[in-house]
C-alpha cells in the first residue's frame, strides 16, 4: 500500500521553494532602475548670448528669442531662458513689433509656446495712428508662432496719456488688439491727430 503523504510531501516543498524564488525575483527587479538619465531633469545643452530667430514662408523674421543664458532639458524637451527678450514682428509691418522682457521664460518643445515670469514688460512700437504701448504684468503666455499672447493676472498699461488696469488680457500682433479680460480700470485719452 502506498503512503500518499509521504509522497505529497517533496510536491509540497518544492511549490514552496518555486513560489519564494518567483516572490524574491520579482521583488529584485523592482527595485532595479535604469540610470540612463531619462527620469532625471538635467541638462543636455546651454548656451550664452544666444540668439534663435524664426522665419516665415517669404523668408522675413517672424520672430526672435535671445538671452543671457540659454538651457535644455531631454526629459520634457524644454528650454529655460534668463533675462529673456522676444521681439514678435507684424507681418507685412516689419518697423511695428511686440517686445516682450521677463526675469524668466520656458520653452517648450518645439518653441510653440513661451511662458515669461517675473517682471514682464510687453512694449508694442507706436505707429502713425497710436503712440507706444507699454504692459507690465507678472507673467504672460506667447504664442509666437501665431503672433498671439495672453495672460490671466493683473495687467497694468499705458499708452500715451492713457492708463489703464484689468486681470486678463488677450493681445493679437496680427491685428494690433488688445483685449481687456475684466475688472477694467484707468482713464483713455484718445491721441491726438498729427498734422
Do not use: C
Request: glycine share 8%; no cysteine.
Amino acid at each position: 500500500m502506498k503512503h500518499w503523504p509521504s509522497q505529497l510531501f517533496p510536491v509540497i516543498v518544492l511549490t514552496i521553494l518555486a513560489a519564494l524564488s518567483f516572490w524574491l525575483q520579482s521583488t529584485v527587479d523592482r527595485g532595479e532602475t535604469k540610470n540612463d538619465g531619462k527620469l532625471r531633469h538635467d541638462p543636455d545643452a546651454m548656451a550664452d548670448n544666444f540668439v534663435v530667430r524664426r522665419f516665415d514662408q517669404t523668408g522675413h523674421v517672424k520672430y526672435r528669442l535671445t538671452g543671457p543664458r540659454f538651457v535644455h532639458f531631454p526629459d520634457d524637451d524644454t528650454s529655460e531662458v534668463s533675462s529673456p527678450t522676444l521681439i514678435s514682428y507684424r507681418p507685412g509691418t516689419p518697423s511695428v513689433t511686440v517686445t516682450v522682457t521677463g526675469d524668466h521664460a520656458k520653452v517648450t518643445a518645439k518653441g510653440e509656446t513661451v511662458f515669461l515670469w517675473d517682471n514682464v514688460i510687453l512694449t508694442r512700437t507706436g505707429t502713425p495712428e497710436r503712440p507706444e504701448m507699454v504692459a507690465r504684468m507678472p507673467e504672460l503666455t506667447a504664442h509666437p508662432e501665431a503672433g498671439t499672447a495672453f495672460t490671466g493676472s493683473g495687467i497694468e498699461i499705458t499708452q500715451g496719456q492713457s492708463r489703464l488696469t484689468a486681470v486678463g488680457a488677450k493681445i493679437d500682433n496680427n491685428n494690433l488688439t488688445l483685449v481687456l479680460q475684466s475688472q477694467v480700470r484707468g482713464q483713455y485719452i484718445q491721441p491726438r491727430a498729427k498734422p
